[in-house]
């Protein structure tokens, strides 16, 4: 039994639509609602309720689980970084990730794998250099959430579980997330790059971001922490350049600096922050990668996406 949390988000969906393609039955979800994941959810899957800011978690969701692939957390990029709203970016995380624990020290029965969502975020602002899974860590709001998170991963205090915290990079697809807000300027011939166009942008196909979740969970792997991005990162100049390519636009219209700090505050940083991550444990471990070219990766991106449904439902 696989259990998920932000099972009918952008990266969730993905994978419960693949796991349902290789045959696998056996999946199990967190929700806010159970009543309407039920309703609106397109595959049978068993459903429980839980509220990840209040930390808790419907009796008997554990029970029987094999896997756990916590997923969920509040957006950081909805909106401009409040007191408010850094406290429930924060919460969402560690919050959910406690009240998973205890459901799991509650449960007759013990995970062997607990697969948990990070971000390359924890790297912080770091220009150039390049950065593999050894890299000293940054420091900034994003990197005290995802540090704050990894600990309780990494710390969880459960024999016989193993933890794996994925650093995820700029995930690519059409359904959504940074690649789907960036579709409507840069179709309608509006799009350039961001600042000095210098940052480099660490991305990842949302297939290869399953691939690895799936990787992960069914292979006796070595570490606690990996990248998860592809192994070509690129500035923000090329990845402008290479999406008017795709979508055969211009991308003339560049957006500075100083305006993105004033239109986000804060929240700029992840438009003009700099990570140049490797999947070293990933590429070591032999997982294959199906899109290592940024090209060939935002090409089948922007196709009518493949689970289109799933895309419209709210995160769980």
């Known amino acids: 039994m696989i259990l998920i949390t932000g099972a009918t988000g952008l990266v ?57 692939i916590h997923l969920a957390g509040e957006g950081v990029a909805d909106g401009r970084w409040t007191d408010t709203r850094k406290a429930r970016i924060l919460n969402s995380r560690v919050k959910g990730t406690q009240a998973l624990m205890s459901a799991i020290k509650a449960s007759s029965t013990t995970p062997k794998k607990f697969i948990c969502a ?15 899974e050894e890299s000293t860590l940054g420091n900034g709001f994003l990197a005290d959430v995802c540090k704050q998170w990894e600990d309780l991963a990494k710390n969880h205090g459960i024999p016989g579980m193993t933890s794996h915290s994925l650093r995820i990079g700029i995930v690519l697809s059409a359904a959504g997330g940074a690649l789907g807000k960036m579709l409507l300027p840069f179709k309608m011939g509006v799009g350039g790059r961001l600042g000095n166009g210098k940052q480099f942008m660490s991305w990842i196909h949302i297939d290869d971001l399953v691939g690895q979740i799936l990787f992960l969970a069914e292979n006796p792997v070595n570490h606690s922490v990996y990248n998860a991005v592809a192994p070509n990162p690129v500035d923000n100049n090329s990845f402008t350049k290479t999406l008017g390519k795709v ?70």
């Open 118 to 132: 990070s971000a390359i975020g924890i790297y912080g602002d770091r220009e150039q250099e390049t950065l593999t």
């Open 247 to 316: 979508l055969g636009r211009p991308t003339i219209f560049p957006v500075p600096g100083f305006g993105l700090k004033t239109l986000f505050g804060e929240m700029s940083e992840i438009l003009l922050g700099s990570q140049r991550v490797l999947p070293k444990r990933f590429t070591e471990e032999g997982y294959r990668f199906k899109y290592e070219n940024l090209e060939d990766a935002l090409r089948d991106a922007v196709r009518s996406d493949k689970h289109s449904t799933k895309a419209e439902l709210k995160t769980a």
């Open 12 to 68: 969730g969906s993905r994978l419960v639509a693949t796991l349902k393609a290789q045959g696998k039955d056996q999946i199990r979800i967190l929700t806010r609602n159970k009543n309407n994941t039920k309703n609106t959810y397109p595959y049978s899957v068993e459903v429980f309720n839980w509220d990840p800011t209040l930390g808790t978690v419907e009796e008997g969701a554990l029970e029987g689980v094999d896997t756990v």
